[in-house]
């Protein structure tokens, strides 16, 4: 699909006040996205599950400016007010209104509106788990609600698409909110219909062991990110070994792609946690440098690494960029799993938080 095919025709007709709620998941990434290109164009393809509980619940109430058909073309403005848990909160705006710049060409339509976005998150309030996946992909699905509205012959297959395309200009990984249990975002040749503009659904049947797979998320940091992505993503120009991790990456796509229908749960663990240690190692290896990890994520990797050697377990982990781990695990392992994370790394969580998730299915209209 072309760009092109993504901008709004003139609407039908008029809708004077509408309101839609979403609720939209993060992700967690297998093979990581990190290194873009203007706008918003991955340097390699990239795989997550889609969360279930760690999610956003957006409403946008849409409410049609008296001017709408007078105001000229150089006076158009995008008007709106954002309520995030209850409180007016003036210090999102600016990304939100970029957002929007970002998506003005596709949308044409939000000029004509004065929005109202209340948001609030399931997860506790900067727990260092990233929100920008989750909160994107619900506005772009009340944006294709209203779009569907004012437009009404949208089929789903395109309405999730272009949410998808949308919530990528406001965050790439959010291009991965939309759908579930499994998204890539990327063009490969490995995956069939992939492409740089929005996740699609992983096309091929998964191996029985993947379904509803296990995410237990440590909080082990819950302060603010020390590298904003974009910082992060920028690193990854004049990067001395940028180009051999996005070739890397897109040969670990293909990898996965295999593991997942085969279900070979061994070759995932050491492809899974490869990846997220190339990620903190890309951050390391950057100028300006970082280490994201604290000593408390260390400690979690080992004990996993222990707990798997001993119980003969298919447990692994996988990082964000940031010091909290993801502990993934098969359905069938949940019961002892969750005992040993109760028992052994909760101690190293602050205030011993964690959130116990699973791959989910996607967004949810309320
Ligand atoms: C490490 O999607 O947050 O989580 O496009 O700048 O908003 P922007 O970046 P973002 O980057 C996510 C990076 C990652 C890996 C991943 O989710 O693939």
Known sequence: MKTSEFIAKKAVKNIEYVSFTWQTPSNIALVKYWGKTNPQIPKNASISFTLNNCHTITTIDFKRKHNAEIVSESDKSVAFNLFFEGKKKEEFKPKIAEFFKRIQAYCPYIFDYEMTIKSENSFPHSSGIASSASGLSAIAMCLMSLEKQLHSDLSEEFINKKASFLARLGSGSASRSIEGPLVVWGKHAAVEESSDLFGVKFPYKVAPVFNNYQDAILLVDKGEKQVSSTVGHNLMNNHPYADARFKDANENLEKMATILQKGDLKAFV?????????????????????????????????????????????????????????????????????????????????????????????????
């Open 270 to 366: 050491s492809l899974v946690e490869s990846e997220a240690l190339t990620l903190h190692a890309m951050m390391m290896a950057s100028s300006p440098y970082f280490i994201l990890m604290k000593p408390n994520t260390l400690k979690i990797i080992n004990k996993i690494w222990e707990y798997r050697a001993e119980n003969d377990s298919n447990i692994c982990f996988t990082l964000d960029a940031g010091a909290n781990v993801h502990v993934l695990y098969p359905e069938n392992e949940k019961k002892s799993v969750n005992t040993f994370i109760e028992k052994e790394l909760a101690v190293f969580c602050q205030n011993k938080q964690y959130i116990l998730d699973n791959a989910g299915l996607g967004a949810i209209e309320k």
